[in-house]
């Protein structure tokens, strides 16, 4: 089973950065790492994604202002999140794919003050 841990995540004001980390224990062949979010009374959606290429895909809502990374050596994957909105306010999410499996982390909130 493989587990992730995740950091990052807080409260800052409107416009402000977070980085959220997420670290896969393990030897594992990862195809797919990335983040996801749920607010309150909302379904989780797709925040961005990088696939073992280095592909990426990103929700329309956040392009431009969101960057997402990885450290392959670490089995990390980053979210770099730039010029956050209120709207931005949800559990945040770090979800990997391998070829038998996929996990989730346990969540990270990030809050935003307007």
């Known amino acids: 089973q493989v587990q992730l841990v995740e950091s990052g995540g807080g409260l800052v004001q409107a416009g402000g950065s977070l980085r959220l980390s997420c670290a896969a224990s393990?030897?594992?062949?990862?195809?797919?790492m990335g983040w996801y979010r749920q607010a309150p009374g909302k379904q989780r959606e797709l925040v961005a994604r990088?696939?073992?290429?280095?592909?990426?895909n990103y929700a329309d809502s956040v392009k431009g202002r969101f960057t997402i990374s990885r450290d392959s050596a670490k089995n990390t994957v980053y979210l770099q999140m730039n010029s956050l909105k209120p709207e931005d306010t949800a559990v945040y999410y770090c979800?990997?794919?391998?070829?038998?499996?996929?996990?989730w982390g346990q969540g990270t909130q990030v809050t935003v003050s307007s």
């Open positions: 979800k990997l794919e391998t070829v038998r499996s996929i996990s």
């Open positions: 990088i696939t073992r290429g280095g592909s990426t």
């Open positions: 393990g030897s594992i062949f990862i195809n797919v």
